[in-house]
């Protein structure tokens, strides 16, 4: 039986056969569907998953069962409500292997033809071999048969699928996936849980239904051999309570060892004790206190209202577990509880879905392709408006067709067309939390040109107008910062008085995103703006604990001088 094997994402291969030459330049496929004939593309929906493929039905079956079943795993030892979450499904294409090479590199050669670039050694000569100057070494191309891309409020995957035997039990998440869910999650994790749980994690390997931890290494090769031998040895464990608030001894206090690498490997030792200690006992009871830290910060009263114990207690837990996990690996399995997945109901894509996820994918490798092979780039661009007309011109109106032809046009910069294709979009049905914020964006651009309110503030009317796509982003999921500081710039610019009620939303931005050092400014501006001098206050008390460029210190400075001037509320 013929089943589906995964290429790595790796072309370590074919960069080691021309290594002597010149670098490989790695591009994502470029698939036109006018390049080949095959089989349909096809649909489905899983749970928090989008899927488009042109594989048979048989190897997408296996091919999301296999993803599905990596996440489960994952959620053992990391659970959603401490991953990014994403509202817009994530998108999966799969395409076969055996239509990819003729689709891309017929369409590439070509357009270095026309562009007379030149082509990669392993491309074919055309008929007379006319067309193409002599190769470059630094033109040598290749094509990447997995990636991954991101957007503010999604992410897509394209798979090249290989029609062989595979080991599945080789699948797995790579690290640079999951450090982005553990990074990117909102409100931000503690630093002791992100370095912790990722050293942690750099040492997992997936085989089937288990995920196998190795030992831990303490601080480095020696200590951890040192352990080993002699418990006693070890050097004594950071009090819980100056670990968890980042407080380090002086370097010159620790000279046997680096007090930073020392501090990384208690954030090791700590998350694997509370995934794996006692039986995983404490598992539950360190994702509520993560996720909870996360929002009101440490404390020894939170410790104990989740673990049970004080700080002293787990002090020496901690430290008997030491020499447990430098000696033994440690197994995490699927939960027998877990539901199985639904099995995948799969049918002939319509020309509307093939269009919005093919070339939404296709406008997420513009950027890419224009850091690593800029001359490129327009021709990826090109292909994901083709894409998109494609369906567009056969009279397709999907709110999310045409929210990401908006996308597509605001990043190649035509916010004129970008601003049409959003606007119809909304007047459709609910778009995606990246579209519902460049439309309040390009509104309140529009709204300052012209606007109704007195002495060149806009009116109540525009207010309302700007408000309401950029309050249906809000309610989305991930947070987006550029959300708040609109707001906070509709708010600089509104006829209309605010209320503390209307600046609240403010507060929740900073909650969320309390480094980003415009968003504070602009909401201490705000407030001040309105009349709230003391929330103002606050805010630039919060500013001056962040980095500020020299045109934020010299605003802060301004924005004190005004508060001061005030007075109080």
């Not at 950027?367 to 083709?386: C, D, F, G, T």
């Not at 950029?470 to 959300?483: G, I, K, N, S, T």
């Not at 609240?504 to 980003?516: C, H, T």
């Amino acid at each position: 039986m013929k089943i589906v094997r995964l290429l790595a994402l790796s072309i370590a291969g074919a960069a080691m056969a021309c290594a002597a030459e010149a670098p490989v330049v790695a591009l994502p496929p470029f698939i036109v569907e006018e390049a080949t004939k095959g089989p349909p593309w096809r649909h489905a929906t899983a749970p928090g998953y989008e899927i488009l493929s042109r594989c048979s039905d048989a190897v997408t079956r296996r091919v999301v069962a296999s993803h599905q079943r990596l996440h489960q795993l994952l959620a053992e030892v990391l659970p959603p409500v401490l991953q990014l979450q994403c509202s817009l499904p994530r998108t999966l294409i799969l395409y076969d292997e055996e239509l990819q090479p003729a689709a891309s590199r017929e369409v590439i050669a070509r357009m270095l033809q026309q562009d007379s670039i030149a082509p990669p050694d392993d491309f074919p000569a055309p008929a007379g071999g006319r067309g193409f100057r002599p190769l470059p070494p630094a033109r040598r191309m290749s094509f990447l048969p997995n990636l991954r891309l991101w957007d503010r409020d999604g992410m897509a995957v394209f798979m090249i699928v290989r029609r062989e035997d595979f080991d599945a039990e080789n699948l797995s998440l790579t690290q640079s996936t999951v450090e982005y869910l553990v990074k990117s999650r909102l409100p931000s994790l503690p630093p002791w849980f992100v370095s912790g749980f990722l050293t942690l994690y750099a040492q997992m390997h997936y085989a089937g239904e288990r995920l196998t931890l190795d030992p831990l290494e303490w601080i480095g090769s020696a200590h951890t051999a040192a352990v080993k031998a002699d418990p006693k040895t070890a050097p004594p464990l950071l009090p819980l309570d100056d670990f968890l608030a980042l407080r380090l001894p002086p370097a010159a206090e620790t000279p046997a060892y680096d007090p930073i690498k020392a501090w990384q490997a208690q954030a090791a030792l700590f998350v694997r004790w509370g995934l794996e200690a006692d039986g995983g006992a404490h598992r539950a009871a360190l994702w509520k206190f993560t996720d909870l830290a996360a929002v009101r910060g440490v404390s020894e009263e939170l410790f104990a209202a989740c673990f049970g114990v004080d700080f002293a207690v787990a002090q020496t837990q901690l430290a008997a577990y030491l020499p447990v996990a430098v000696r033994k690996s440690a197994t995490f399995r699927i939960a027998r509880a877990a539901a199985k997945p639904a099995p995948l109901a799969l049918r002939n894509a319509t020309d509307s879905e093939i269009a919005r996820l093919k070339g939404d994918w296709e406008r997420l490798e513009v950027p890419y392709v224009k850091k690593i092979s800029p001359a490129l780039a327009s021709k990826y661009l090109e292909q994901a408006r083709r894409t998109f007309r494609r369906a567009y011109d056969r009279d397709s109106r999907d709110p999310g067709l045409l929210a990401a032809m908006g996308l597509c046009e605001l990043d190649a910069g035509d916010e004129a067309a970008a601003r049409e294709f959003l606007e119809a979009a909304a007047a459709l049905g609910p778009i995606r939390a990246r579209a519902n914020c460049e439309l309040g964006r390009l509104r309140l651009a529009a709204a300052r040109v012209q606007p109704t309110g007195a002495a060149g503030q806009i009116g109540a009317d525009q207010v309302a107008e700007i408000l309401r796509p950029l309050f249906a982003a809000r309610a989305d999921r991930p947070p987006q910062a550029e959300v708040y500081e609109t707001i906070a710039e509709v708010w600089a610019w509104a006829a209309p008085r605010a209320t503390r009620g209307h600046l609240a939303v403010l507060d929740e931005g900073i909650r969320l995103f309390p480094r980003r050092s415009a968003l504070v400014l602009r909401a201490a501006e705000v407030n001040l703006r309105h009349g709230f001098t003391t929330e103002a206050a606050t805010l630039l008390a919060l500013a001056e604990r962040l980095p500020l460029s020299d045109d934020e210190r010299l605003h802060a400075a301004a924005l004190r001088r005004a508060v001061a001037e005030s007075g109080p509320d």
